[in-house]
């Protein structure tokens, strides 16, 4: 199913990218790479993890993504969500024997596959960041982000409300898109049983704009529960991909394709990440 799944992305890309001619869309590519533009856009991004062990246990996690800027004057006020529906793959018997005292895999967005596969919508987030509307060479944005216990089971997410803060600052010289995305929630109600919830993200995005839209990425997120032992805190991805963006029309499409490896993990956490994003951009 992972293999499959993974040549329909691919296809889907290489079709999309060699029949829709573009004209040179350099300013429009660099606008959509910025976090905290002044741009609404539409992302579907989806991840396929593979656990990479004996079983090659699979998790798939739909991330929609809407983002959209309101003008208060001197500040842009972006409102961004991330709507995750997810497929956990269940592990067997023989699988849950071998992973002993730890049932869950943990794949750094706070969902744990079990015995039965389950399907649902995971914990809603919502950032709100407040950037200038006229900003220098440094972007930045500063604000809340929160965490809603919107999740369908158990295994899709934790039945805690969360919040905390979030940062993005950035720089576009030339043909580069370069800067960071860092945030830290913590739980502040919900049911007592769940576990307390501490959650670190660190998201930094390289990307290099070219002729006609083409572009090369690398966006990986560092991710660390702090609940959890120390050898088993952080995920750590490396990798990075390639992107374009055309026209239908006179519609804007942005497209990515990126594939990540997991150089630091907990023990049961996935080894890789294939994804693919379809970014819908509606320009003011």
């Given at each position: 199913?992972?293999?499959?799944?993974?040549?329909?992305?691919?296809?889907?890309?290489?079709?999309?990218?060699?029949?829709?001619?573009?004209?040179?869309?350099?300013?429009?590519?660099?606008?959509?790479?910025?976090p905290?533009?002044?741009?609404?856009?539409?992302?579907?991004?989806?991840?396929?993890?593979?656990?990479?062990?004996?079983?090659?246990?699979?998790?798939?996690?739909?991330?929609?993504?809407?983002?959209?800027?309101?003008?208060?004057?001197?500040?842009n006020?972006?409102?961004?969500?991330?709507?995750?529906?997810?497929?956990?793959?269940?592990?067997?018997?023989?699988?849950?024997?071998?992973?002993?005292?730890?049932?869950?895999?943990?794949?750094?967005?706070?969902?744990?596959p079990?015995?039965?596969?389950?399907?649902?919508l995971?914990?809603?987030?919502?950032?709100?960041?407040?950037?200038?509307?006229e900003?220098?060479?440094?972007?930045?944005?500063?604000?809340?982000a929160?965490?809603?216990?919107?999740?369908?089971?158990?295994?899709?997410?934790?039945?805690?409300?969360?919040?905390?803060?979030?940062?993005?600052?950035?720089?576009?010289?030339?043909?580069?898109?370069?800067?960071?995305?860092?945030?830290?929630?913590?739980?502040?109600?919900?049911?007592?049983?769940?576990?307390?919830?501490?959650?670190?993200?660190?998201?930094?995005?390289?990307?290099?704009?070219?002729?006609?839209?083409?572009?090369?990425?690398?966006?990986?997120?560092?991710?660390?529960?702090?609940?959890?032992?120390?050898?088993?805190?952080?995920?750590?991805?490396?990798?990075?991909?390639?992107?374009?963006?055309?026209?239908?029309?006179?519609?804007?499409v942005?497209?990515?394709?990126?594939s990540?490896?997991?150089?630091?993990?907990?023990?049961?956490?996935?080894?890789?990440?294939?994804?693919?994003?379809?970014?819908f951009?509606?320009?003011?």
């Amino acid at each position: 199913m992972n293999k499959t799944m993974l040549v329909m992305q691919v296809c889907i890309l290489l079709v999309m990218l060699a029949i829709m001619p573009a004209k040179a869309q350099e300013d429009l590519a660099k606008k959509s790479q910025n976090p905290v533009g002044s741009l609404i856009s539409l992302p579907f991004e989806n991840n396929l993890y593979i656990e990479g062990g004996t079983s090659n246990q699979i998790a798939n996690v739909l991330l929609v993504k809407p983002v959209y800027p309101v003008n208060l004057g001197k500040f842009n006020l972006i409102n961004r969500l991330i709507v995750p529906v997810i497929y956990l793959e269940g592990a067997d018997s023989k699988d849950l024997r071998r992973r002993r005292r730890d049932r869950r895999v943990d794949l750094g967005i706070g969902v744990f596959p079990g015995t039965d596969s389950e399907f649902g919508l995971g914990n809603i987030q919502y950032q709100a960041f407040f950037s200038p509307a006229e900003p220098g060479k440094a972007i930045w944005g500063l604000g809340p982000a929160f965490e809603f216990p919107t999740n369908t089971d158990s295994a899709l997410g934790t039945d805690k409300w969360s919040m905390g803060p979030a940062f993005v600052v950035l720089t576009m010289p030339g043909p580069w898109v370069v800067g960071c995305l860092v945030q830290n929630i913590w739980d502040f109600a919900g049911e007592s049983d769940d576990p307390d919830v501490n959650k670190f993200s660190f998201q930094y995005f390289l990307n290099y704009n070219m002729k006609n839209g083409w572009y090369l990425t690398s966006s990986p997120t560092l991710t660390a529960n702090w609940e959890s032992d120390g050898s088993e805190q952080w995920t750590v991805p490396v990798g990075g991909g390639i992107g374009r963006l055309v026209r239908f029309g006179k519609q804007p499409v942005d497209f990515k394709l990126a594939s990540y490896w997991n150089a630091v993990k907990p023990r049961n956490g996935p080894k890789w990440n294939f994804q693919f994003t379809v970014k819908f951009l509606f320009p003011k």
